[in-house]
């Protein structure tokens, strides 16, 4: 590692702890920024955060074959229509400012989330995962009832989702939310860095460190080498090949990964120059998939063309691809359409004018070397391509206003153990589709996916609707993720969840040197 940023993250390291702390007593985490805000209702990076970093915790908690474990509940109960969930809070749970979790308490909590949405105040969307007719808190029985408007195979699994944990509303949830976590949060340099210390009021047993420091890191090849020199104990989305090899190969090193339900794609906005059917079929023909992944990003990620990753059971082999990569056959598509360059410039040109995509990116998971690889075949088919990588907040605002041609993103598929809240992107009536995209069957499928609760139906449904927006051209398949958490070997109980939430955990402990 440099051996000026060694010393850099040594020095904020010791200012943040200060000095009478010893070293096995803290926890150093070096990872992306996710959101300058913790509050979870201003984005959706911004609940992921405070659940990772061991503040917040939910009613429920996925295990690894992403089926919903109790957690701040209990025990449950649902009536046979499955549209009223009572939901037994834990008894002799605490915020980790001392204040008793009671049935009321978590109703503010998730009466606060939907209230930001109703009000605009905050981006993140949690009626996309869930629609209810009321929340009611009985105290007496510590019991929160949930009548939700249509009926749900599993609430459970949805209240599993990190959108839903549960925090102090009366907290400055925008820079240091109070949660039942192991860990809360003493100070906060936004964008730089988070300090947290152990939460003397956890209710889940004892926590193994005094302090946790949160280094936001957003280089891959950073990340890598401060995890060598010892500056930090656990890191993020290792995705340069050769670093995760180096670390997969080393006795002093562990590598956690998941298996992939993560897909990395870009919303087309269709009230733009995309909206033009001939030009995105020749874009998404242009894209050379297969190099990108192995080549460029060294195998990190895995190519596909379905919205869908192939691990999982919707039907991705029966799907039929319209647009495998074919340079040649993009650009005769175009030339048969008139889309050509006619003062020869070099740029093609569509009613009259010189063809510029604004496509914009971030740096997590490699997504602005995805994005600079795909602008550059673009350029091979003759368009202009204004590439921006921006801090994420930045670019949710601008994917949340439509501010964009191209938009890469990478989303979990599958964050409520189904795919129907991550299928309503292009679903015409939702107010998360971003890209303005409508197909009346699409639609039609969607709706009857919705109150569809027979699993072998369901995934008819959305093979179809895989289909449909394959053949629209409707969105950009840039490849399929896995995850990783990397570590030193001198701690343990480090993992990478199928859920990707909850990363701070008390079983995550020094490991013990022997005598």
């Known amino acids: 590692m440099d051996k000026r940023l060694s010393i850099l993250i040594s020095m904020i390291i010791l200012t943040l702890v200060g000095c009478s702390t010893t070293e096995e007593d803290i926890l150093t985490l070096g990872c992306s920024n996710f959101s300058d805000s913790l509050d979870p209702s201003a984005s959706p990076n911004s609940a992921w955060g405070t659940a990772r970093y061991g503040v917040g915790e939910g009613l429920f908690r996925f295990d690894d074959s992403m089926n919903a474990q109790p957690h701040l509940c209990d025990y449950y109960e649902v009536n046979e229509e499955k549209t009223i969930w009572k939901f037994h809070i834990r008894d002799g749970v605490k915020f980790s400012n001392g204040k008793d979790l009671s049935a009321s308490e978590v109703v503010k909590s998730l009466e606060y989330l939907y209230e930001q949405e109703r009000t605009f105040k905050g981006t993140n969307k949690p009626s996309q995962y869930l629609e209810y007719s009321s929340i009611i808190a009985d105290d007496l029985t510590n019991v929160v009832t949930i009548t939700t408007k249509q009926p749900y195979a599993d609430l459970t699994k949805v209240l599993a989702h990190v959108n839903y944990i549960i925090l102090d509303v009366a907290s400055n949830l925008n820079v240091a939310p109070t949660g039942t976590g192991p860990y809360r949060i ?6 730089v860095s988070l300090s947290l210390e152990k939460n003397k009021n956890y209710w889940g047993g004892e926590v193994p460190f005094e302090k946790l420091e949160v280094l936001y890191m957003e280089d891959s090849t950073i990340k890598a080498m ?19 090899k ?3 190969d080393s006795p002093d090193f562990n590598v956690a990964e998941t298996v992939s339900t993560r897909t990395a794609f870009s919303y087309i906005n269709y009230e733009g120059i995309l909206k033009n059917d001939v030009l995105r079929e020749a874009i998404l023909l242009a894209i050379d998939d297969q190099s990108i992944a192995e080549i460029t990003l060294g195998g990190v990620y895995t190519a596909g063309y379905a919205v869908l990753p192939l691990t999982l059971d919707y039907g991705y082999s029966e ?14 598509k175009l030339d048969e359409a008139g889309i050509i360059d006619k003062n020869g410039d070099g740029i093609r040109e569509l009613n009259g004018q ?7 990116s971030y740096v997590m998971k490699s997504l602005d070397i995805v994005a600079e690889a795909v602008s550059a075949n673009l350029n091979d088919l003759g368009l202009v391509v204004n590439l921006s990588v921006l801090d994420s907040d930045t670019h949710w605002n601008m994917v949340v206003n ?18 129907i809240g991550f299928l309503k992107n292009w679903y015409s009536k939702s107010d998360i589709n971003y890209s303005s995209y409508k197909n009346d069957e699409y639609d039609i499928l969607y709706e009857s996916l919705l109150s569809e609760i027979k699993l072998d139906y369901q995934k008819a449904l959305i093979k179809r609707m895989q289909q449909i927006l394959i053949d629209d051209c409707a969105v950009l398949i840039n490849g399929y993720y896995e995850s990783n958490l990397s570590s030193t070997s001198k701690i343990e109980g480090v993992k990478m969840p199928m859920s990707e939430s909850f990363w701070i955990t008390t079983d995550i402990k020094p490991v013990l040197k022997a005598e």
């Open 186 to 191: 003493t100070r906060n340099e936004i964008g």
């Open 226 to 244: 401060a995890l060598q020199s010892g500056d930090v104990d656990i890191v993020d989305s290792i995705t340069t090949a050769h670093d995760l």
């Open 246 to 248: 180096l670390l997969r």
């Open 319 to 332: 799907l039929k691809d319209k647009t495998p990569f074919n340079l040649e056959l993009a650009k005769q």
């Open 354 to 360: 010189n063809i510029t995509i604004d496509y914009i």
């Open 402 to 419: 439509k501010e964009f041609d191209l938009a890469i993103n990478s989303w979990l598929t599958v964050p409520v153990g189904d795919p």
